[in-house]
């Protein structure tokens, strides 16, 4: 059984995620507070965290902060802070996706779903050097990439950004750690992540306009889905 931790104060809410996480076979614990949560992280080893960013005794980024210390379980913030910064800084806390509210039930456990099966494949991807899509395949080791039979040109920048997202499958990655580890720069330069990622679409989707595969979140990041 996957084990849920949901740490939020809001006792309607708390109550309406406990139903549905248990209608779905979840085992659920609750925290309405940050102390409380880490030590029920500490006892009860979730799989999965549903993090509230505005708690009472202590900011979301805190216990965000304080779980990456010792675990790398997913966490999934559910917040109704909508500014960029504030999911920025989440995300460099070491948060694997944002969740703004309201949302919609069946989003959010599409994501809980998505969060458990990068988990459990987690353990392969150090491995495996080809990474396959029905577009193009991406060959880690060799630092290739092939699209309908042919070798698919990447600048050493193009490469470096696919790699970063290749290897994070469903992560979301901050628009912030990509400039600092691609460019090392701060975030006033988000013009140069959109020209770059306009090349790498235009070069590996179907539809460069719809993409499929490297995801554009709006104000937050870029992430690749598989």
Excluded: C
């Amino acid at each position: 059984m996957t084990r849920v931790l949901v740490v939020e104060d809001d006792p309607q809410l708390v109550r309406a995620l406990v139903i549905n996480l248990q209608a779905r076979q979840y085992g659920v614990d609750t925290a309405p507070d940050g102390t409380t949560a880490l030590r029920l992280a500490a006892t009860r080893q979730p799989d999965v965290v549903m993090l509230d960013l505005g708690l009472p005794d202590m900011d979301g980024v805190d216990v965000i902060r304080a779980l990456r210390g010792w675990t790398r379980v997913p966490i999934l913030v559910l917040s109704a802070r909508q500014a960029s910064d504030e999911k920025v800084a989440a995300l460099d806390a070491g948060a694997d996706d944002y969740i703004t509210k309201p949302f919609s039930m069946d989003e959010l456990l599409a994501r809980l779903r998505a969060a458990v099966r990068r988990t459990e494949d987690a353990p392969l991807v150090p491995e495996a050097s080809l990474v396959e899509t029905d577009e193009f395949t991406v060959d880690l080791l060799a630092k290739k990439v092939v699209r309908s039979g042919r070798d698919v040109r990447l600048t050493p920048t193009e490469w470096h950004l696919l790699e970063i997202l290749i290897t994070n499958p469903g992560r979301l990655i901050s628009q912030r750690y990509l400039l600092q580890e691609v460019w090392g720069v701060s975030n006033n330069k988000t013009n140069y992540l959109r020209v770059y990622m306009a090349q790498l679409r235009r070069k590996l989707e179907k539809d460069p306009s719809h993409p499929r595969y490297l995801i554009t979140e709006p104000g937050m990041g870029y992430r690749y889905e598989g």
